[in-house]
Nanobody, 121 residues
Framework: QVQLVESGGGLVQPGGSLRLSCAASGFTLDYYAIGWFRQAPGKEREGVSCISSSDGSTYYADSVKGRFTISRDNAKNTVYLQMNSLKPEDTAVYYC??????????????WGQGTQVTVSS
């Protein structure tokens, strides 16, 4: 079965760190762009970061730039999102998604189930 599974979410204090993982099953991520998205309660889903398949270029929303780092480990068929200096406004359900094209794709082919990140004292 084709599947993306996120893990690594949890409760952290402001200023803390988490590393989210996005593991693919049933297909390889090598030629897919992988995006991270998040959605807070009552809010629209927003793009957080993306790593391309063609040249490995990375992209970040202004709100997370300098704090989050996206990376890819093709041998493990996994993409990571390292989140540092977390703020309460980072609280959301985080999703990873794979696109057969590249970052900036209008549609993503596969989506994970999401993992909750809560930043609170």
């Amino acid at each position: 079965q084709v599947q993306l599974v996120e893990s690594g979410g949890g409760l952290v204090q402001p200023g803390g760190s988490l590393r989210l993982s996005c593991a693919a099953s049933g297909f390889t991520l090598d030629y897919y762009a992988i995006g991270w998205f998040r959605q807070a309660p009552g809010k629209e889903r927003e793009g957080v970061s993306c790593i391309s398949s063609s040249d490995g270029s990375t992209y970040y929303a202004d709100s997370v730039k300098g704090r989050f780092t996206i990376s890819r480990d093709n041998a493990k068929n996994t993409v990571y999102l390292q989140m540092n200096s977390l703020k309460p406004e980072d609280t959301a359900v985080y999703y990873c998604a794979a696109a057969k094209s590249n970052c900036g794709a209008r549609e993503y082919d596969y989506w994970g189930q999401g993992t909750q990140v809560t930043v609170s004292s």
